[in-house]
């Protein structure tokens, strides 16, 4: 079973696949065998029928996470089995496509403010400011800060991209304040390392998951009962952003999105769009 798994790890290698992209898909592919306990290669396309019905009706897995199933049997069987089953023509996963969920900016302040952790409170910070992904901040480096230029470098992000960022003068302060004075005191280069409780994670950075629950029980000690995660962050800074005139265009490359109908998803998320709507809608009712 394990000889499938390794070579679709080697086609996804020269496929350019990114290597969270491989983990999950191997992941995935591991998961299927499982619950047949036989490899991939001895299944048919009825098993598969089987497993992905199973995931949808029974597990009940989300669109993203049922996506990503599919995407990663397709590959396996496609690509490293060479077995093109018809019903990978076919298959259609309806996607349910909901608004991301964004705070005010006051909301923001409250709830970063008052997170006691010093590495979570600054970490928070450069999420909202820079609109930054989970994976970003977590791997930021001390040498991706430019101060020459007060540029902030995101290096191999989604896509396996490179984008630059202005950085503020007010946020380099408070990095350079942390740097000194609140981060862990562990080797590397690391802004935000996990600290050395185990020799394994040596050198590591800190785990997303834990900045996530920390900032879920601190959002819900302000009184804030929306549903936040991390991504809310990024996508109120977009939007913050639009709603004090920044153009769709440069919100686009801050966001190292790819297509610009990416980005326009935040011009029916701001404030003012939507008064300026409500004040169209009371013109059209002042004939009445």
Not at 33 to 56: C, I, T, V, W
Request: proline fraction near 3%.
């Amino acid at each position: 079973m394990e000889k499938t798994l390794l070579r679709m790890d080697e086609d996804m290698q020269l496929a350019g696949l990114s290597e969270s992209t491989r983990k999950s898909y191997l992941a995935a592919a591991r998961q299927l065998q499982n619950y047949f306990e036989r490899p991939a290669g001895d299944l048919s396309e009825a098993d598969l029928k089987k497993f992905l019905l199973h995931l949808k009706n029974d597990k009940k897995y989300a669109y993203n996470t049922l996506n990503l199933r599919y995407n990663s049997i397709r590959f396996l069987f496609n690509r490293s089995l060479n077995r093109d089953f018809k019903f990978f023509g076919f298959l259609k996963i309806p996607k349910i496509v909901a608004l991301p969920v964004i705070l005010s900016e006051e909301e923001i302040w409250l709830s970063i403010g008052a997170v006691h952790k010093p590495i979570y409170k600054m970490m928070l910070k450069v999420i909202y400011v820079c609109g930054l992904r989970r994976k970003e901040v977590i791997n930021l480096r001390a040498e991706n800060i430019d101060r020459s230029r007060m540029i902030l470098e995101i290096r191999q992000s989604k896509g396996n991209k490179d984008r630059y960022l202005p950085l503020s003068n007010a946020l380099l302060k408070d990095l350079e304040y942390y740097w000194k004075h609140d981060r862990p005191k562990v080797c590397g280069t690391y802004f935000f390392p996990r600290e050395h409780y185990w020799k394994e994670f040596k050198g590591e950075p800190i785990s997303g998951e834990s900045l996530l629950r920390a900032y879920k029980i601190v959002v819900a000690e302000c009184g804030i009962s929306k549903q936040v995660t991390l991504h809310s962050l990024r996508h109120s800074f977009a939007t913050h952003l639009l709603e004090h005139g920044c153009s769709l265009k440069s919100i686009k490359e801050l966001l190292g999105h790819t297509d610009i109908k990416t980005t326009t998803l935040y011009t029916h998320l701001t404030e003012r769009s939507e008064d300026h709507v409500r004040k169209t809608m009371e013109l059209l009712m002042s004939g009445f």
